[in-house]
């Protein structure tokens, strides 16, 4: 089916990249322009300044033209020294990878155990704080929001944890799958380096990366020790004053980020996660009416980017994301890692409404009949039922 035509559109609703609106596309679809040139340096110094509100950042964002992997690490080689001990918590695949790169970096990583059903323990990290009387550890590291599990972690626990040992480590903390899409503040939680890609809640085609850097994270970056050339802050902090960067940017895409930025500010970033929020309880609300058990364990700490959803014991989950795509033209996310055909992962974010999610929970509820799995009927309705009690109630505060 994949070499035939399909009317309509494909729904592409793995945890990203995301659908991009026309908007963007048509901002992304202009000439590309002198990059040392005056309308350069004004697009550059307005995409700076945009997205501060977006990161809840005073200080410099720096734009890689990098996917997210690039951003961990730059945020890990521009502030840390070979042999430095990093405290890392396993959430899930992404923690893993990015453990993996830190020790391919030749940092040490201590590995915080979880069970891939929980955010990251704020109790266990500060724990571990305290146990290091040497001040040892560097850095702490946190999957804001980990794609594999859609399960988050509380950053603002993690930071008085911190500040409660009275540990000097830095804080980073990976918004790849939840910036501009769950509440995110890095001033505020205190966040040292936050590491964001383009192609999530920005609503952006793969392909841009993010570092918002503190004042703590600069002074250790004057000292750092690994080696650095092409993702060493020190050039890209010139771009935030000038506009201009020091290698050839991803013109159109900055287009198309530009766009993004309107499109965010326009819709106000309180309801952007107000609307990820009730799609995201409209899909455990599907979820459970068919039966079947969301992923994460921690009601507080549900993700409103994605949902994970596990398989009944002896189904395969990516020969019913096959028959979906066959038959639906949809795409759902695969488990990762250990996760490996065990659940599926809806995807709702980005830009995504009511009706997207209505489609997407009609081809997964056709899907589970299609593929024989034991479920329930209704979680379509269901969900459908409470995005009319959401809509009346914002009907009525209008
Ligand atoms: N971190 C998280 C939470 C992610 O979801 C992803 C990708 O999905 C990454 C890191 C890696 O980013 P990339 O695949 O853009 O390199």
Same mark, same amino acid.
């Given at each position: 089916?994949?070499?035939?035509?399909?009317?309509?559109?494909?729904?592409?609703?793995?945890?990203?990249?995301?659908?991009?609106?026309?908007?963007?596309?048509?901002?992304?679809?202009?000439?590309?322009?002198?990059?040392?040139?005056?309308?350069?340096?004004?697009?550059?110094?307005?995409?700076?300044?945009?997205?501060?509100?977006?990161?809840?950042?005073?200080? /410099?964002?720096?734009?890689?033209?990098?996917?997210?992997?690039?951003?961990?690490?730059?945020?890990?080689?521009?502030?840390?020294?070979?042999?430095?001990?990093?405290?890392?918590?396993?959430?899930?695949?992404?923690?893993?990878?990015?453990?993996?790169?830190?020790?391919?970096?030749?940092?040490? /990583?201590?590995?915080?155990?979880?069970?891939?059903?929980?955010?990251?323990?704020?109790?266990?990290?500060?724990?571990?704080?305290?146990?290091?009387?040497?001040?040892?550890?560097?850095?702490?590291?946190?999957?804001?929001?980990?794609?594999?599990?859609?399960?988050?972690?509380?950053?603002?626990?993690?930071?008085?944890?911190?500040?409660?040992?009275?540990?000097?480590?830095?804080?980073?903390?990976?918004?790849?799958?939840?910036?501009?899409?769950?509440?995110?503040?890095?001033?505020?939680?205190?966040?040292?380096?936050?590491?964001?890609?383009?192609?999530?809640?920005?609503?952006?085609?793969?392909?841009?990366?993010?570092?918002?850097?503190?004042?703590?994270?600069?002074?250790?970056?004057?000292?750092?020790?690994?080696?650095?050339?092409?993702?060493?802050?020190?050039?890209?902090?010139?771009?935030?004053?000038?506009?201009?960067?020091?290698?050839?940017?991803?013109?159109?895409?900055?287009?198309?980020?530009?766009?993004?930025?309107?499109?965010?500010?326009?819709?106000?970033?309180?309801?952007?996660?107000?609307?990820?929020?009730?799609?995201?309880?409209?899909?455990?609300?599907?979820?459970?009416?068919?039966?079947?058990?969301?992923?994460?364990?921690?009601?507080?700490?549900?993700?409103?980017?994605?949902?994970?959803?596990?398989?009944?014991?002896?189904?395969?989950?990516?020969?019913?994301?096959?028959?979906?795509?066959?038959?639906?033209?949809?795409?759902?996310?695969?488990?990762?890692?250990?996760?490996?055909?065990?659940?599926?992962?809806?995807?709702?974010?980005?830009?995504?409404?009511?009706?997207?999610?209505?489609?997407?929970?009609?081809?997964?509820?056709?899907?589970?009949?299609?593929?024989?799995?034991?479920?329930?009927?209704?979680?379509?309705?269901?969900?459908?039922?409470?995005?009319?009690?959401?809509?009346?109630?914002?009907?009525?505060?209008?």
């Amino acid at each position: 089916s994949n070499m035939s035509r399909t009317a309509g559109r494909h729904f592409l609703q793995i945890p990203g990249p995301t659908n991009v609106p026309d908007r963007i596309l048509r901002a992304i679809d202009r000439p590309t322009i002198d990059h040392r040139g005056p309308d350069f340096g004004a697009l550059g110094r307005r995409l700076f300044a945009g997205l501060k509100p977006v990161f809840k950042c005073s200080g /410099p964002v720096i734009v890689y033209p990098a996917s997210g992997t690039g951003a961990w690490e730059a945020a890990l080689v521009n502030t840390l020294s070979p042999g430095d001990r990093v405290l890392m918590s396993e959430t899930g695949h992404f923690a893993t990878l990015w453990r993996g790169l830190a020790e391919k970096l030749g940092l040490k /990583p201590d590995f915080l155990p979880g069970d891939w059903r929980h955010g990251a323990d704020a109790e266990a990290i500060a724990a571990r704080l305290g146990e290091d009387k040497a001040h040892e550890i560097r850095a702490v590291c946190v999957v804001h929001n980990e794609t594999s599990t859609g399960c988050t972690s509380d950053i603002a626990a993690v930071r008085k944890a911190i500040d409660e040992a009275g540990h000097p480590a830095l804080l980073m903390v990976d918004t790849i799958s939840s910036l501009a899409s769950i509440d995110y503040r890095h001033d505020e939680w205190g966040v040292d380096v936050t590491v964001a890609g383009s192609q999530k809640g920005l609503m952006l085609p793969p392909g841009l990366s993010f570092n918002a850097v503190s004042e703590k994270a600069l002074d250790a970056h004057r000292t750092a020790g690994l080696p650095r050339a092409y993702w060493d802050w020190t050039a890209m902090l010139k771009a935030n004053e000038t506009g201009y960067f020091p290698h050839t940017p991803a013109t159109n895409l900055l287009y198309g980020l530009a766009e993004a930025i309107d499109m965010l500010q326009e819709e106000g970033l309180d309801r952007v996660f107000a609307r990820h929020d009730r799609h995201a309880e409209a899909t455990r609300r599907a979820v459970g009416a068919w039966g079947l058990e969301v992923l994460c364990l921690d009601p507080d700490r549900y993700s409103s980017s994605l949902t994970a959803v596990l398989m009944p014991e002896g189904e395969s989950a990516d020969r019913f994301r096959r028959i979906v795509l066959d038959a639906f033209d949809m795409s759902l996310g695969s488990g990762l890692g250990k996760l490996a055909d065990r659940v599926f992962r809806i995807g709702h974010l980005g830009d995504f409404n009511d009706l997207s999610l209505a489609g997407t929970l009609a081809g997964v509820e056709m899907g589970l009949a299609l593929a024989g799995v034991p479920h329930e009927k209704g979680g379509t309705q269901a969900a459908m039922d409470y995005l009319a009690e959401e809509a009346r109630a914002a009907v009525k505060e209008t």
